[in-house]
């Protein structure tokens, strides 16, 4: 739909009717909320008080429940009106709420004419940044459950290999002897390949701060977090 399918006038009125049956004994401001559906039909809501002033409920808390229960659909266009039908702006809560079911191009009323929510609400958090977040997540290299009590202990050696005829880099984590426990020495966890020194040194300072590097010379150097130790002669950095 767009700007000229929506009924401006009778958005307010259903606003105004829904304004009438607000719950609002405390502010005496009472605010009713229309929207129109993607798929034709009007959703309404009323702000609800309660004596536990933060427990009080805005008119598009009301709506965006109407529109679950009714059947769901995105927002197309909002009017929200006071005690005396004039459009409201929804609160800072209610405009991420409105994000969430009408998402940018949502139109609300105002008396300077219909406002998209991309402009109501710039740079919004939505489900976009989520995925991105969770695939970021995914792409961490983890240590495994069976070995999440041995972080941070014992070494991670990054090493080159050669793999299908090139060179790549992959890793071992260690627990030496003189841990100070019962638990035995040798390698706990080996690590895939990669194409690059840094990739092995990230997968291997999530497991523990000491990370050393061995070049094709056969060179340690330095990757971990914590002061270079002795014995080794000069700290890593990627090329």
């Excluded at 405009?95 to 191009?105: A, F, K, S």
């Excluded at 523990?208 to 000069?234: C, F, K, M, N, Y």
Aim: proline fraction near 7%; hydrophobic fraction near 40%; charged fraction near 20%.
């Amino acid at each position: 739909m767009t700007n000229v399918d929506v009924d401006w006038v009778a958005l307010r009125r259903a606003a105004g009717t829904a304004m009438e049956r607000a719950y609002a004994p405390y502010s005496k401001f009472p605010v009713g909320a229309a929207a129109l559906v993607d798929d034709g039909r009007v959703v309404v809501g009323c702000n609800v008080e309660n004596a536990s002033y933060g427990l009080g409920l805005c008119a598009e808390c009301g709506l965006v429940s109407s529109l679950q229960v009714t059947g769901g659909g995105r927002l197309v266009a909002l009017a929200c009106v006071d005690a005396d039908g004039r459009p409201l702006m929804p609160c800072g809560r209610c405009r991420q709420l409105l994000w969430e079911h009408g998402g940018p191009t949502l139109l609300v009323d105002h008396a300077g004419g219909p406002v998209p929510m991309s402009q109501l609400l710039p740079f919004a958090f939505d489900d976009t940044d989520l995925a991105r977040i969770a695939a970021e997540r995914d792409r961490q290299p983890t240590v495994p459950a069976a070995l999440a009590l041995k972080v941070g202990s014992g070494t991670v050696f990054v090493h080159p290999d050669v793999a299908d005829g090139r060179q790549v880099w992959t890793a071992y984590w260690e627990r030496s002897s003189g841990t100070g426990d019962d638990e035995p020495a040798g390698i706990l966890e080996e690590g895939p390949s990669w194409d690059t020194a840094a990739e092995g040194v990230n997968w291997g300072r999530i497991r523990t701060p000491r990370v050393v590097v061995v070049d094709a010379q056969g060179t340690a150097s330095w990757a971990g977090d914590t002061p270079r130790p002795v014995g080794i002669e000069q700290d890593w950095s990627a090329p």
